[in-house]
């Protein structure tokens, strides 16, 4: 354990002097100070920010979140592909350090940054409610929890990607399609497991929306066909036994982790 | 004299160039200072790589200590100093030797002297923040410093000598000597002849992933001779 949490906190150290880091953190504070800016400053301003929206629910589910997912993949990708080809992780290996120790402590401090980045999102929303007199949003907290478990899964999948393809894009990129592909067939899982014929189109919309490039769908999204009633469908369907979607969640990635670990464990280092 | 290192049969082949080890029987004595050479190719890297558990082997028996390599507590009391070392890009060098005191099981209260005393030694006491703007010969040193942290049992030094000056090349050596009066073993893979002749008392000379020869320096270098002779007429006898 004492190994694991080394190795953690040395990635958690070096992530946090990483450039990207800082200029993702800085692009947050750009974002969340123009926005209140608007809602405080200008007449224009305030007449297109509500109050009833809030600026909290605009920081929680705007264009942070992408840029979370963004800074997710990236401290992740390098995780333990660069390591193993460059010789760093033969250094740390040439200690008692089992491969696996190696592998989930650099996860979990790919973790620990994301919770990190998550946390600063969340009181920032909060912050942004208090300022602009709406309050603070009561799920803000909780959205961001959730975001931040969301994306753990996913930098343990671009991680164990990383340590199968050396290639830090192919690995940021083919992680993402796994974590994608955790939607439709969690989707297909609820039909097969509720045996629920309301399950069938959404699950057959959301595969197909998934694998569809986004080009071909243009002209549904400007006739508004991709609009609520896919939206309806899709969330009914997925929200239909969330503790099943959990489920399948949990063993998703479990499948994923321990196929990386078993490979990895067979790999060559250094 | 019982074996720091014991291989058997081992075997570790390369699917893609065929290279690699095939076969290799070989003994490192404990308490003495080993020399493994070998042409480039001939399987060196490979061996200490599988000692380090960084490749698995094929086929065959590879035991530090008496412990199987595959077992990641081999590798405790072992020092490594790598051919190319990395270490984070980020990191300055008193953090990575903090991480490997931690990593070696040295008591929290004792890693502070612990590592200053070795980056003293280094000359890194003073090193700038990043390693990412150190120079090649501070990174060996860095190396060398981390390898030598908690005064291992057994010290692995893969081709210690490459890119360094003459007056880091004495630093090597006199670490060598250091490591052998505290009893150490210390395994040296290296190119430079004239160095494995100074330093080591044992020495193994591999060939295509086959043990050519092995012994103390003066059985295998005949008064008259040096290392060096001995190798080319092995290694073109072989050809």
Redesign the interface.
């Known amino acids: 354990m004492k190994a694991i949490l080394t190795i953690a906190s040395a990635a958690i150290l070096e992530h946090r002097r990483r450039k990207l880091i800082g200029f993702f953190v800085l692009i947050t504070l750009v974002i969340v100070a123009g926005l209140v800016y608007l809602s405080l400053d200008t007449d224009l301003g305030a007449s297109l920010m509500n109050a009833a929206v809030g600026m909290a629910t605009i920081a929680s589910v705007g264009l942070l979140p992408a840029l979370t997912v963004l800074a997710a993949i990236a401290v992740s990708m390098n995780n333990v592909g660069r390591p193993f080809a460059d010789g760093e992780a033969a250094l740390i290996l040439a200690r008692p350090v089992a491969r696996w120790q190696f592998i989930l402590g650099r996860l979990l401090g790919s973790v620990g940054v994301i919770v990190g980045l998550c946390a600063l999102m969340a009181l920032l929303a909060a912050g942004v409610g208090l300022i602009d007199r709406s309050g603070v949003d009561p799920d803000v907290f909780g959205h961001w929890a959730v975001t931040a478990f969301n994306l753990s899964l996913l930098a343990a999948i671009v991680t164990f990607m990383s340590t199968l393809l050396g290639n830090p894009l192919i690995a940021a990129f083919s992680g993402y399609l796994l974590y994608a592909a955790a939607t439709p067939v969690s989707a297909l899982y609820l039909l097969v497991a509720n045996g629920n014929i309301s399950g069938a189109p959404s699950a057959v919309i959301t595969a197909a929306w998934f694998i569809t490039p986004k080009k071909l769908l243009s002209p549904l999204r400007h006739s508004g066909a991709e609009g609520p009633e896919m939206s309806s469908i899709v969330d009914g369907a997925l929200q239909m036994d969330n503790w099943a979607r959990l489920g399948w969640g949990l063993a998703y990635t479990a499948v994923v982790v321990t196929a990386s670990f078993l490979i990895a464990e067979r790999k060559d280092a250094g | 004299m019982s074996a720091a290192v014991e291989a058997r049969d081992l075997v570790k082949t390369y699917r893609k160039s065929g290279r690699g080890i095939h076969g290799l029987d070989l003994e490192v004595p404990e308490g003495t200072v080993f020399g493994l050479l070998g042409p480039n190719g001939a399987g060196k890297t490979t061996f200490v ?1 599988c000692l ?5 082997p094929n086929t065959g028996s590879l035991e530090i200590f008496g412990s199987p390599v595959n077992r ?5 009391g ?1 020092g ?1 100093v ?1 051919e ?8 300055s060098a008193e ?1 990575v030797m903090r ?2 005191a ?4 040295i008591p929290s209260s004792e890693i502070n002297s612990a590592t200053s005393e070795r980056l003293e030694a280094a000359d890194l006491a003073d090193a700038p923040k ?1 390693v990412k703007s150190y120079s090649k010969g501070m990174v060996r040193r860095l ?1 060398l410093a ?1 390898g030598l942290l908690g005064d291992p049992r057994m010290l ?1 030094l893969d081709e210690p000598a490459a890119d360094l000056d003459p007056i880091g090349r004495r630093a090597v050596r006199n670490q060598i000597v250091e490591a052998r009066e505290r009893g150490a073993t210390v395994i040296l893979n290296s190119h430079l002849l004239s160095e494995v002749e100074r330093s080591c008392d044992h020495v193994a000379i591999i060939h295509k992933g086959r043990l050519l020869a092995t012994g103390t320096m003066p059985e295998l270098v005949p008064e008259g001779k040096d290392l060096e002779t001995v190798f080319v007429d092995l290694i073109e006898a072989q050809s």
Request: proline share 6%; hydrophobic share 50%; glycine share 12%.
């Open positions: 790589k380090l558990g960084l490749l698995a990641a507590g081999a590798r405790v072992v490594f790598p190319s070392p990395r270490f984070g890009d980020y990191l953090e991480i490997h931690r990593l070696i099981g990043r190396a981390q692995i």
